[in-house]
Structures are given as C-alpha cells and as structure tokens.
C-alpha cells in the first residue's frame, strides 16, 4: 500500500446500460467490463505486476459514456425531451443502494479493526465518498504535501465512483441543451444528431488538451479531477452518436476488436505509477476500448466478442460494479486483521470473498432497489432515500470525527498536567535525568490518533507553497514587526515548516518577530535538486524560481538579522544548478546561498536533520503496537542521516554561519526513539509532531544562545 501521489486507486466499473437481457443488450461489453475490472483488481493485489492496471478506469469511463448517451439520444429521438427526473432517480436506483451499505460496513469494520490513527482520514472521506466529491479531497490531498504521505484509506477508492456520479448529473442535462439550442437554430430535425456531434467535439477537445497540460504540470491532482477526464466519457458518446455498428464485414470488426482489446492489456502491463497519466498517453487504453465496442458483437467465433461474451466473463460483468466496491475495504483492512501483510493465500481469500460478496450484493441490494416499487415506483421515493441514506453516513462519518475532536480535547488537559514533569518529553534524555525508560510508561502525549491529524490539519494552514507553486507564501509568528527585539526568518522545505510551533513560541518568549518561507519538497539552496519520483520539470523549475524569489526577499528586508533555514537534505538528490555551477552540489549549494546572506549582513543558523524512522509511520507504527513502544524504535546508526546541512557548515567556517545540532534529543547513543518522556515525537515518517517540537523550544533556545554568543 503506497500513498496517493504515487499509486492511484482505479475506478469503478461503469455501471450504465440495459438490465434487459433483449434487444439492445451487448454481451461483449459485459465481457469487457470484466477485463477491465480483473485489471483493477490484479493491480491493487499485484501492483508491482500489473503495475498499469488502472487503466481500466479509462474503459469504464468510455463505457458508461456510450451507453449513457445512446440512451439519452434514443429518448431525444422518440420523445424531443430528457426526463432528467427519471434519469436521475434510475442513477440513485443503480448506484446507491450497494455504494452505501459498502460505506456503512467499511466504516464499522475500520472503527472495529483498524488503529484509531486511520479513524480520522477514513471518516473524512466517507463523508465525501457519500456525498460523491471524494475526487476532488483526494485532488487536495495529493498537492498537500504532508496530507500525500497518508496511508490509502478503505474508501479511497470512490473517487472514481464521485467521477461517475458527475458525468452522471451533468451529462444529460448538457444534451439536452445541445438539443434545444438544435431546436432553436431552425436546422432540420435530421440534423439533430450532427449538432449534437459537434457540440461533444468541442467539448472532448477541451477537455482533452486540460488534460494534457494540467498532467504535466501537476500530475497527482490531475489524476483526480473531473475535467481530465470528461473526455474519455466524451470518446463513449461521440461513438455512440455516430454509430457504433460502422465497421463493415466480420473480418474488419475481427480485427478491429482485437487491437483494441490488445492495446487495453498493453496499457495495463506498460504503463505504471511513474506514467505521466491520465495525459496524452490515456488515448491507448480510450481508444482500445472503442475498437472493441465499435467492432460490435459480431466476427465468428474466432472475434474477441465470442470470447468476450461467455458465460464467466459476462458473470464478472454483471458483478463488476460490487466487485469494485467490495475488493478494495477487503484489501485495506485483511492485513490489520492477519496482523501481517498480504501473502498469496490471502489474496487468494480476498478475491474468494469479494466475487461471494459482489453476488449476493448483486442479487440482494443491487438488481431489488433497481425493480422493486419500494424506490421504483417513484421518482421522489429514489429522491428521499437518496437523501436519507446519504445523511446517515455522512452523520456517522461526522460522529466519528467528534470523537476524535474529543480525544484531541482530553489530550490537551492530559498534556497540561504533565508539562511539568521533570521527565516530560526531551527532559527524558537529559544526562543525568534518571528517567527510565527513557521512552517512558505513562499514556502517551497526545494518544496516537491525535498526532495523525496533524497531517490533515496542520497548525498553520496556508503557509507552505505547493510542490509545483511558486508563490512565496509568508506566515507571521511570534511578535508584531513593530516593536520586535529582533526581525528573523525560517526558510526551507517542510522541515522548516514543521518547526513553526517552537518559532512561534521562542518568538513570543524572547520578543521576536518571525517572517516564513516554505515550499513542499523544496530546500533552500542554490544547487537544484532532484526528487525520484517527480514526473514533470515543473516542480524542479518552480522550486529554482521560489529559491530565487526568497533570496531576493531576504536581501531586501533589512529588518532581518538572522536566518533559520532547515532541509530534510537526505531525501533528494542535487545536481549543478544551471546559472552557477558547483564542484559538489550536495553542499556547496547550500554554502553558495548562505554567502549571499552573510554578505548582506544577515547570520545563517542552520537546524541539522531530525533521525529517520525508515520509512515507518509511528502513530500507526505505536497504535499496531500498544505494548510495545520499542516496536517502532531505530538503531541510532541507521537513523541519523548524513546531514548536508551540517557539513556545509563545517566546511565553510564562517563565524556567521551555525549548526543547531538536537540530536541528542531524539537519540541516546544507541537508540533513536519513537516516543520520549510519553511524547510521541513524529507525526507521520519523517516530520516531528507539534507537541514534540513545543517541548524542543527550551534546548532550541540554549544551543541558539550557544552559538550565537547571545
């Protein structure tokens, strides 16, 4: 299980068509939802493997843009209107009934199996995913740096079904206006069809190109939204308007067929996470899925619309819609369950309890609510348990995020009463202290689940620039300007920025004024750095043109007299930046950038890396463990990186320039703990809780004090 930026989860199966088994039923698109749904699935079990898979989000998408429109068109055709009414309440009818219960039960089994620390980001989604916006939160999520590093939730997977959901309310109402700006023009009726065309025309070309440029220049947030991917909807109906049966005589529908199921696979074994998607590239797997539609139902036995309607794929067809819904919670929550992660068997036991699951959901929840008279009889009945059904997740999703609003609550009279405790926090690993162990034994501070907020809701919102903006966003801490002992500056990535708490407080205790600046992924040095999994030079170009930009701030404000600046410097690499060179960018960035600030006067303080918990979570890491707190401890060996910071400092020996070196804070010579004096000292990986660097505020102030001579 990745997080978001790097492995998407896919969509849902389009669920739009006939029921009927009769005229007008295509047994060889039940087939291919199929394909496209074992893709899916192989990918989130296999994902190393499969590593495209999903792309079948692109061949719902087209499906349910087909079939969608041919059912609209048909209506305008024999009616001259759309009922959006019924329209809409068929769509409540086919979807919701088996989107909410798999809400509903996911939640539970979280609340019942899950570690409170994922209680919080799995409610907030739940509430979006009933509400169908969960595309666009996971959008927000994915250009938020310190929101990105989540683990994938049980419902994360919906976004793509919010995706269905407002093609689903937008796109009949948009034919239908094509259709009366046809009917208002005058044109003959025949040429309903040809405006209609054109109309989709410009709006797959529009929606096309966003797609283009907005994956390149923020593919993470791309993936989600809504407009880049109207188009894949708009290829569905654009074949539909034209007419799917085109390909003339079976040996060309043959062939037709099977290049488009080939690109299909090509796709989903070729592309993967690093795929710059759902760009240009999207066309392979948009445009197979056309092939294999327009080649219709017909070719011989030879024709992949044989193999493609037997008997198991059109059953994977028919439950594809549940199997989608049901696979993914099954994924998320097994290994919290087995408490180790997927093997082969339990893979095996998932896909075994996701097909019995999608079955009886199909025959009990699923195909009832589309028939029966309790919703159907009606359109205002589909309405009211729309409404219904939504408002009881959404207050349930609600109650769960109260109670850990509670928990947070309780935490802060906790941390009150044990503030002052000689061996609260970094007092623990004092020389001398006799605190043992020096982890401590008393209930932690705050409990797991509150420190896995922080990364959904930081302290200071809004005061880190996006990975691919370049705005200089600043943030005032400590004092007023006006007034203020003395003008400082924090600058750097977002280990600068996890450091906003102790600055606020040291500013306001010794009457400074504190100027930010802060980019995600982005340390302030003049060499250029390179991230591994960046996928666009956008984000490389807008961390040189936001370093610039700073610099060129700090040499115009003449208030200021220090800068603090931090880099988690371990995690990128650095190359010669374009405009001035350098023998060894690692360090000799930082020392190039730190010259220009001593010679304009200001003195440089350099905050040296915190330890690394290779790669774990500690609150979920302490939550898995209750017992246990040395579960999530590292070897002091491994988790002090090789600090670039500390070694520009070193080498340039300049009297204006200083290292605040705290290690000692987090490690004693063996040992980089997880907890310390009850406080739990990161909030995710890599980024220090809030109350950890509040406790860090008095030995922050003495090696300043220290080393500045003051």
Not at 305 to 328: K, N, Q, T
Not at 641 to 669: T, Y
Not at 702 to 709: K, S, Y
Request: proline content about 6%; glycine content about 8%.
């Amino acid at each position: 299980m990745t997080g978001l930026a790097t492995t998407p989860v896919a969509a849902p199966p389009a669920v739009a068509g006939p029921r009927s088994r009769g005229k007008g039923f295509r047994p060889e698109i039940q087939g291919l939802r199929a394909v496209a749904v074992l893709l899916v699935v192989a990918f989130h079990l296999y994902p190393n493997r499969v590593a495209g898979g999903y792309v079948g989000v692109d061949v719902f998408f087209v499906i349910s843009g087909f079939l969608i429109t041919a059912h609209i068109h048909r209506e305008l055709v024999s009616t001259g209107s759309v009922s959006l009414r019924r329209f809409w309440a068929r769509r409540i009818r086919r979807l919701l009934p088996a989107s909410l219960l798999v809400l509903a039960v996911t939640g539970v089994a979280v609340i019942a199996l899950v570690p409170a620390t994922v209680w919080s980001s799995t409610a907030r989604q739940i509430g979006a995913s009933a509400l169908y916006v969960q595309n666009w939160v996971l959008a927000g999520d994915a250009v938020d740096y310190m929101a990105a590093d989540n683990i994938p939730t049980a419902v994360q997977h919906y976004w793509s079904l919010s995706v269905e959901e407002q093609f689903y309310f937008v796109w009949p109402a948009l034919l239908l206006g094509l259709a009366l700006l046809h009917r208002r023009s005058g044109s003959a009726a025949g040429a309903q069809r040809r405006y209609l065309i054109g109309g989709l025309v410009v709006l797959v070309g529009a929606s096309f190109v966003w797609s283009v440029l907005a994956t390149a220049r923020d593919q993470a947030s791309a993936y989600f939204i809504t407009p880049t991917r109207a188009w894949e909807f708009g290829a569905g109906a654009l074949l539909a308007l034209a007419g799917a049966e085109r390909l003339r005589g079976d040996r060309w529908r043959g062939l037709a067929g099977w290049a488009g199921l080939v690109a299909i696979v090509v796709a989903g074994l070729a592309f993967s996470s690093a795929s710059l998607f759902p760009g240009w590239i999207a066309v392979l797997p948009v445009l197979g899925t056309v092939a294999v539609i327009a080649a219709g139902s017909s070719g011989g036995r030879w024709a992949p619309a044989w193999w493609l309607s037997l008997a198991p794929m059109r059953f994977i067809g028919d439950v594809s819609y549940s199997v989608y819904l049901w696979h993914w919670p099954l994924i998320i929550v097994w290994p919290y369950v087995t408490g180790v992660g997927l093997r082969t068997r339990d893979k095996l036991a998932i896909v075994v309890a996701t097909v019995l699951l999608a079955w009886a959901s199909k025959a009990w929840v699923e195909d009832p609510a589309r028939v029966r008279p309790l919703l159907a009889a009606a359109p205002w009945r589909s309405y009211a348990f729309a409404v219904v059904g939504m408002s009881v997740v959404v207050a349930g999703a609600a109650g769960v995020l109260a109670e850990v609003d509670r928990r947070a609550d309780a935490a802060a009279v906790q941390r009150a009463a044990a503030i002052a405790s000689d061996c609260y926090g970094p007092h623990a690993l004092d020389p001398g202290s006799g605190c043992e162990p020096p982890e401590g034994n008393g209930e932690l501070i705050p409990p797991p689940e509150v420190v896995a907020m922080q990364n959904q809701e930081p302290l200071y919102p809004g005061c880190q620039a996006g990975i691919t903006s370049t705005a200089l966003r600043t943030c005032e801490l400590g004092v007023p300007r006006l007034g203020a002992e003395r003008v400082v500056a924090l600058v750097g990535d977002s280990h600068a920025t996890q450091w906003f708490p102790a600055f606020d407080q040291l500013g306001q205790e010794l009457g400074w004024h504190v100027v930010t600046y802060a980019k995600s992924s982005c340390p302030f040095t003049q060499a250029q750095r390179v991230l591994e999994s960046e996928q666009t030079d956008e984000a490389m170009l807008s961390c040189v043109a936001w370093r610039d930009g700073v610099r060129e701030q700090l040499l115009a404000d003449e208030d200021i007299s220090y800068v603090f600046t931090a880099a988690f410097s371990s995690a990128y690499g650095f190359t010669d930046s374009v405009d001035d060179p350098v023998s060894d960018p690692g360090t000799d960035g930082f020392e190039a950038i730190w010259a220009d600030l001593v010679a304009d006067g200001h003195e440089v303080f350099a905050l040296s890396e915190v330890p690394l918990t290779q790669g774990d979570n500690v609150p979920n890491c302490l939550a898995a463990h209750p017992g246990d707190r040395m579960a999530c401890a590292v070897p002091r060996e491994t988790a002090v990186p090789r600090s670039l910071l500390s070694e520009a400092v070193r080498d340039m020996a300049d009297p204006d320039v200083h290292l605040i070196n705290l290690i000692p804070q987090f490690c004693d010579d063996e040992t980089c703990y997880p907890v310390v004096g009850d406080v739990i000292v990161f909030q995710d990986y890599s980024h220090l809780s809030a109350d950890y660097v509040a406790a860090l505020v008095p030995y922050l102030r003495d090696r300043i004090a220290q080393v500045a001579g003051s």
